[in-house]
């Protein structure tokens, strides 16, 4: 039996896990971040927790065939330097190296989180069955991870895609990365909430203007909750933020082909329902109609995607 390791290196919270062939987690843990003490100080708690968790599964490091390390940022394919790490403040650290030789883990590879994330709904989640797929994550931003032919699409020596930054509508609302009218700025929670706070405004007699008359701010569950329970305003806004989701996800199949888009963040709680609105829409925006159309399925692992995704990193790179 072959073992592998995934780490999932975020600014918050280092989350790493054991895994067999199967993708099964044998033991999980996580260590806070605490990016402002430096490259050596993160790699450092990074390569002792793999090591606790080996302990952990009752295995010895002789067992673990490689370490796969999602990393916010871009990442050199061939030596798994972090080139640049906005999250992190690092640039051109020796991160594979380090761990390496911090480890005695002879093979250590370093990919973009989003696409372990991918990966792991690919291996072990709502895309198994495929052979390639797009995963989109809608949060606080859309961030996105493509599987193509059972590798994960990672151009080298460039940045991973980012599918969150096509243009969706030409001029459109401001975007985080200084552009106009990105994905990003349509089909994120940060613009459902910015889209609630207007149809609010406009409409003082919807329950979306309630909740904040009530003191609260909206946020992405309780504007999904009243769009549920028939307010108008609340319907009518869903329905446009799963249609952006859906427009984005038709441009994605466009491109590349994919066969299924997966779904994450919060809204994957939403479940089959809003699925099922997007695939709708999707079929019907497709180039070649509904022929090619991808499945849509939300994701189903969770925050464990990116762990089980870069422990299955090194055998699909
Ligand atoms: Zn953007």
């Not at 613009?191 to 203007?209: C, M, V, Y």
């Amino acid at each position: 039996m072959k073992y592998t390791i995934g780490v999932d290196l975020g600014g918050t919270n280092i989350a790493a896990g054991v895994v067999d062939e199967q993708y099964h987690l044998l033991a999980k843990g996580s260590v806070k971040t605490e990016s402002e003490r430096g490259f050596e100080a993160v790699a450092a708690s990074m390569a002792k927790l793999c090591l606790k968790l080996v302990a952990d599964a009752g295995l010895s490091v002789e067992d673990i065939d490689s370490i796969g390390i999602g990393s916010p940022g871009t990442s050199n394919k061939e030596n798994g330097d972090i080139i640049f790490s906005n999250n992190l403040h690092w640039d051109n650290v020796p991160l594979a190296r380090t761990i390496r030789k911090a480890t005695g883990v002879e093979s250590v590879v370093v990919g973009n989180d989003a696409d372990c994330a991918a990966l792991g709904e690919f291996v072990a989640g709502a895309g198994e069955e495929f052979s390639s797929l797009a995963m989109i994550t809608i949060g606080t931003g859309v961030g996105s991870g493509i599987i193509l032919d059972n590798k994960v699409f990672a151009p080298a020596n460039s940045v991973a895609p980012e599918l969150g930054h096509t243009t969706l509508i030409y001029g459109g609302e401001p975007c985080t990365c200084g552009r106009r009218g990105c994905l990003e700025s349509y089909a994120s929670f940060t613009a459902l909430i910015r889209d609630a706070n207007r149809a609010a405004d406009a409409h003082p007699e919807s329950q979306l203007a309630k909740i904040r008359e009530a003191g609260d701010r909206l946020n992405g569950k309780n504007i999904f909750d009243v769009a549920k329970a028939g307010d108008e305003t609340a319907k009518e806004l869903v329905a446009h933020f799963i249609d952006y989701i859906a427009q984005g996800a038709a441009n994605i199949a466009n491109a590349f082909g994919v066969r299924a888009i997966v779904i994450g963040g919060g809204i994957s709680k939403e479940g089959k329902y809003v699925a099922d609105q997007i695939h709708e829409i999707v079929k019907n925006t497709m180039y070649c109609g509904d022929m090619f159309a991808p499945e849509i399925r939300m994701a189903t692992l969770g925050n464990d995607a990116g762990i089980i995704g870069a422990a299955a990193l090194a055998s699909h790179c």
